[in-house]
């Protein structure tokens, strides 16, 4: 098995080599690529000392596992030291070394790759008997031996720019922020606070030709560096203070000198780069997720009437707003809704839709690409609105408003105006605009320091740390989208319960995404939510088992349904507790509660 692993990494490292085209030589791209040759030699050595580490691992013996504990912290320290390089200009080949230690499946393709990597290496060695799996830990450590080894080639007729690398940069800072503060790839060892400040070093060293003694840039790495090495412990970390003083104005610093330079370049990711930071209003680019469409006014007022509209249902009794009241949020109150007979409950929960234009797949199990299509098929779904497509348009052109409103919002139409993916466009439009960003959160990243409590400024810290929530509910959204390119979202298997009765439980049947796409490892997999404004939208999960965020919480301190003994195969979620006290679980809630937002949504 290690055999293949080894051919198929260096098939993919030679390719990567040929990978680039000569572009014009940059004063900065000789400094960067010596950094990464130091980096890649350091990270080598450490990769050496990792396997060597993992064969001297002997039965019973918990100081040769915690030997390799420290070998593993050691190799990771030195990848961070060329993350920023690898992630951005060889993608594929960085997966090598810390892709998640989860099953990645590759849509549309139905392929998967199995766990691998440091991050597989850590959750091994800190499992209940990592002796019992040396074999699988050599085989891994030997890969990343054998590529980091091999690092070298991958600069073979290579060539970049300083706007590149400059992009590089962002997309680096914006990772740090939103995934190595959080721990996302370090839960078991807790480093990712010193692997953020070894990053931030790396920064400083990759932009000195840059930057001036007074530079604003400057300025801000060294402070970021000195607070991260000052405060190295992961669970006491203050990530809110960090983020604040230094982290997101370093942030802006460098967002301005690239300007400044004239090095500005956007290849990649649904950042807006014009957004002063990963906390702004305008961080992610809407238009990532409407094919570069840019919903006009007309089109959002139609939208909003079109909502509340009872003749897109096949009786004439319910429109959207039926199961997404503006009062709760776009939620609707009930465990799961009712069908349009009143009598039948509908399988799942009716999702909030405040946030839900910032999502690659809709409905829980994602089979609806965008917004327009999960609208067109709830139209039509015979237990929701059962409504006809030609029954719809015939009534809706039989109203002069509607002909006079369809025709303002798409102008320029040679044909019908009145149809069916002009309705679905509209009313994605008018969703579109149920994400105002006004949070208690937002108003304290915006510069008013009184807008938290005391305990939501914990609750936060421990969101985005010990708690582990930011680790699949990522800033600044905190939904599903996987930074730093935000052009991925997430499915997890978390074991749900079929009720929130926790002493007692038993496993929700719903195969989720598995129904749509039949791969073993999307069994009982859902759509990672956004957690703004969930104070205002209970019951929760997809069947709505828990009755309030304080069940939510035991839930996720237990470690999931397999932390609570049901064992499902196939939950992606760590089964690990996550030993919250009660004051923590009221701190996090409090910090829920700050993700409400202050538009008033009544009709």
């Known amino acids: 098995m290690h055999r293949n692993k080894v051919i198929w990494l260096l098939f993919s490292l ?53 030997r390799a504990k420290e070998a593993l912290k050691k190799c990771r320290l030195q990848y ?54 040396k074999k699988e830990l050599a085989t891994e450590a030997l890969v990343i031996r054998t590529a980091a080894a091999d690092l070298p080639s991958l600069l073979y ?8 690398i400059m992009e590089s940069i962002r997309l680096e800072l914006v990772r740090l922020y939103a995934g190595g503060i959080t721990g996302y790839d370090t839960p078991e060892l807790k480093t990712g606070i010193t692997e953020t400040a070894q990053s931030m070093r790396t920064i400083r060293a990759v932009l000195s030709p840059w930057l001036s003694n007074t530079s604003p840039v400057a300025h801000y790495l060294d402070q970021c560096i000195r607070y991260l090495e000052a405060h190295p412990g992961f669970d006491d970390f203050n990530r809110l203070e960090f983020l604040t003083t230094c982290g997101l104005p370093l942030q802006e610093a460098t967002g301005a ?42 089109q959002k007022l139609l939208g909003r009437q079109l909502f509340f509209e009872k003749a897109l249902s096949g009786n004439n009794t319910r429109n959207c707003a039926t199961c997404h009241r503006p009062e709760l949020y776009f939620s609707d109150g009930l465990r799961t809704s009712m069908a349009l007979d009143n009598k039948t409950p509908v399988k799942r929960n009716a999702p909030a839709l405040t946030y839900a234009a910032f999502q690659y797949a809709q409905f829980w199990d994602g089979r609806a690409g965008t917004l327009a299509q999960q609208i067109l098929t709830v139209i039509s779904n015979p237990q929701e609105m059962d409504g006809d497509h030609a029954v719809i348009v015939h009534r809706l052109e039989d109203s002069a408003s509607y002909r006079s409103a369809f025709s303002d919002a798409f102008p320029g139409n040679t044909g019908a105006t009145v149809t069916m993916p002009h309705l ?54 905190f939904n599903g989208l996987t930074p730093p390119l935000y052009q991925f979202t997430e499915f997890e298997n978390l074991g749900i319960t079929a009720s929130d009765d926790l002493q007692h439980p038993s496993p929700d049947t719903d195969a989720g ?91």
């Open 257 to 298: 000198l690239i300007h400044d330079l004239q090095l500005d370049l956007h290849t990649r990711s649904a950042l807006n780069y014009n957004a002063p930071h990963l906390f702004s209003k305008d961080a992610i680019d809407l238009k990532t997720f409407t094919n570069g469409a840019v919903y006009t006014e007309n």
């Open 513 to 603: 995404r598995y129904e749509f796409f039949p791969i073993p490892y999307y069994q009982r997999a859902f759509k990672t939510p956004t957690v703004r404004n969930t104070a205002m939208t209970a019951p929760y999960m997809h069947n709505g088992a828990f009755r309030d965020l304080e069940k939510v919480m035991e839930f996720y301190n237990a470690g999931g349904g397999n932390g609570l003994g049901i064992n499902d195969p196939y939950q992606t979620l760590s089964s690990a507790p996550l030993h919250l006290s009660n004051a923590e679980i009221g701190d996090i809630i409090a910090f829920i509660h700050a993700l409400t937002d202050k538009k008033d949504f009544k009709k």
């Open 424 to 477: 679905a466009t509209a009313i994605a439009a008018y969703l579109s605009t149920l994400a105002p960003m006004n949070s208690a959160m937002d108003e304290y990243f915006a510069g008013n320091k009184n807008a938290m409590t005391p305990a939501q400024i914990r609750g936060f810290n421990l969101f985005t740390g010990k708690a582990q929530c930011a680790t699949c509910h990522f800033a600044p959204l």
């Open 14 to 66: 030679l390719l990567a080599a040929y990978s680039f085209t000569p572009s014009t030589d940059d004063h900065g791209v000789a400094h960067t690529i010596a950094i990464f040759r130091e980096g890649a030699a350091g990270f080598a050595a450490a990769s050496l000392e990792l396997e060597q580490a993992v064969q001297a691992i002997q039965k019973n013996d918990t100081a040769s596992v915690n």
């Open 157 to 164: 007729q290579f060539s970049t720019s300083d706007k590149a």
């Open 80 to 133: 961070k030291r060329i993350e920023f390089f690898l992630d951005y200009f060889f993608f594929s080949s960085s997966m090598v070394y810390n892709r998640p230690a989860k099953t990645e499946i590759d849509e549309p393709y139905m392929e998967y790759q199995a766990p691998s990597g440091l991050q597989q290496i850590a959750v091994i060695l800190f499992g209940k008997d990592p002796f019992s799996r």
